[in-house]
């Protein structure tokens, strides 16, 4: 499908430039922004379309990281090298007293070794993408925002893929008494790193 997808929006294009900037206006357009998925994975992304019951046509909805996958899987069918990045978005990068209250009682769970996790209020979590050219290196992409080729200074980068192993002790399921930190962990691994352990209560 993902295949199929790519060949119709690409058409006769051979620049691989052109074709990942058309990837991202289609996917930009053919998703519609929806958060709190069940399933972050394409394979559900693809076999839940919708269809817009003005116009009859089809979309699929999802949040930034369907976004970011569809478009990475597209220009990987089409053999140009791409990867999800993760990272934080917002205004605020630095802690104070104000930013670094905590969101909710998970932010405040205390793990047996002795940690918890905090988010920074003033940058919220974000999935963008980028696409690799020869002799150039790795572009920024945005699907989600529909932009191309540049990545504005209120980004941070936390993570790129989405297959992240965080190690032999990591809690194999959501929490799990590590706090909102370590929410996007399943089985051992993570789709992006969401927020950094700002506050340690033992090391």
Not at 87 to 109: H, M
Not at 156 to 177: F, Q, T, Y
Not at 193 to 200: F, G, H, P, Q, T
């Amino acid at each position: 499908k993902v295949e199929e997808l790519a060949k119709e929006t690409i058409g006769n294009e051979i620049n691989p430039y052109l074709k990942a900037q058309k990837i991202c206006l289609f996917v930009h357009k053919k998703i519609r922004f929806h958060q709190g998925m069940d399933d972050r994975s394409l394979d559900w992304l693809l076999s839940h379309p919708a269809i817009d019951e003005r116009t009859g046509e089809e979309y699929f909805t999802g949040a930034c990281t369907e976004y970011a996958a569809l478009f990475a899987g597209m220009c990987r069918s089409e053999g140009i090298p791409a990867r999800c990045v993760y990272g934080r978005i917002g205004w605020c990068p630095f802690l104070n007293e104000e930013n670094s209250k905590t969101y909710s009682r998970l932010d405040t769970v205390i793990s047996d070794d002795g940690f918890a996790g905090s988010q920074c209020h003033g940058l919220g979590p974000h999935m963008w993408a980028e696409f690799y050219l020869q002799d150039i290196g790795w572009i920024p992409v945005d699907p989600n925002a529909g932009s191309f080729g540049q990545l504005h200074n209120y980004k941070v980068i936390m993570s790129k893929g989405r297959d992240i192993l965080v190690g032999p002790d990591a809690p194999p399921e959501h929490h799990n008494g590590y706090g909102f930190q370590w929410v996007p962990i399943n089985n051992g691994r993570a789709d992006g790193l969401l927020s950094a352990v700002y506050n340690i209560g033992k090391i």
